[in-house]
């Protein structure tokens, strides 16, 4: 394997995409950014200030003046978050924003690392083209929202079945849709279909295919 290592991680809501990623991190000694915290902290900043996620001008402010403590706070994970996250992320001035932070952490990962691991919508495709590897993690809409109620539920929030298929549906057609970077898998991209593929056997897959490339 060369000496640092970029795994891209891409993928629709609730696919497994962070739970590969943690894993493969922590086998092959990399440091994570889950780049969706970063669009999700711009759209809680903006729900807190009373701001529109649809409004640009104050979309691209909130990502300019990014409060990395927003990046730890309890309501980052909710479903309004990940909605309002969802619409500012459609916004061009808001993904160039974000965008060098994500090439920086991926070319200098913090200390100690031997590299790092991303995901999100548009790592393999935008953030990341020459990554070694590239993960595009999915499953049916059923399957995906089915685990989000569980984690929901989990959580003791009680929760809507039918609600959380139709927002999740919403996102999807917003997330691979938008104009700018969005979800698709890159060509040199390895498909892992976890609707009926359990962590275990998506981590070793995962494994082989990096193995492989490089
Ligand atoms: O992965 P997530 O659910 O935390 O992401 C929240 C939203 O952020 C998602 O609906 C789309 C957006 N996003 C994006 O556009 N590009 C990324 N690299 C990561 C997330």
Known sequence: MRDRLVIA??????????????????????AYLDTGGLYRAVGLSLLREGGSPDDPQAAEAAAKRLDPALLNDPELRGEATGNAASKVAAI????????DFQRNFA?????????????GRDIGTVVC???????FVTASLEARAKRRVKELREKGID?????VL???RDRDIR??????????????ALVLDTTELDADAAFRAALRFIETRN
Do not use: H, Y
Not at 108 to 117: C, S
């Open 9 to 30: 991680i891409d993928g629709p809501a609730a696919a497994g995409k962070g739970t590969l990623a943690r894993r493969l991190a922590e086998a092959l000694g990399l």
């Open 92 to 99: 061009p001035a808001v993904r160039a924003a974000l965008l």
């Open 107 to 119: 070319s200098n990962p913090p200390e100690g690392a031997k590299g790092a691991v991303l995901d």
């Open 129 to 135: 083209p020459d990554a070694d590897a590239k993960l």
């Open 159 to 163: 929760i809507i079945e039918e609600t």
């Open 166 to 168: 139709q927002e999740m």
């Open 175 to 188: 997330d691979s849709q938008r104009a700018v970077a969005p979800l698709v898998p890159a060509k040199d």
